[in-house]
């Protein structure tokens, strides 16, 4: 199992949720949070407008999928809906997670997930 962790522009969030519903992924978890990355101390795009870069608002998308097809398939849907070619696209990081467990049915790991 792995998880994919992206950190994106607030302005994704509905086609990123598009992109991921067309794949049919199965659960998805995302929150509101606050940023940066290599731009300290110069500005970025935010809704149109030039901001200082020191914590910028952005959307974090957690998503869990069973194999590394549906990691491949997950990340490149992410990305092409998340591009502009602009600093502050953001990121996806992906890593190895260790359980999962459905709390209705007690199922677990691959049946917790499908
Ligand atoms: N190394 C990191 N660790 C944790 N979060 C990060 C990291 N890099 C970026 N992020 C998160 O992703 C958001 C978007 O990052 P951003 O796209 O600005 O990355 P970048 O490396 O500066 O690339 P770019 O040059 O395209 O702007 C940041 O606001 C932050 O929330
Ligand atoms: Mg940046």
Do not use: H
């Not at 990123?16 to 998805?28: F, P, S, T, W």
């Amino acid at each position: 199992m792995i998880k994919i962790e992206a950190i994106v522009r607030e302005d994704k969030l509905e086609d990123i949720k598009d992109a991921l519903g067309a794949i049919d992924v199965n659960g998805i978890t995302v929150s509101q949070v606050m940023g940066c990355g290599a731009q300290k101390g110069y500005t970025e795009l935010v809704r149109g407008q030039e901001v200082l870069v020191t914590l910028l608002p952005k959307i974090k998308f957690e998503i869990v999928v069973s194999s590394e097809e549906w990691e491949q398939k997950t990340i490149d849907a992410i990305q092409k809906a998340a591009f502009t070619g602009n600093p502050g696209d953001g990121k996806i990081f992906s890593y190895d997670l260790r359980s999962v467990l459905r709390i209705r049915t007690q199922e677990r790991d691959y049946d917790a997930l499908n």
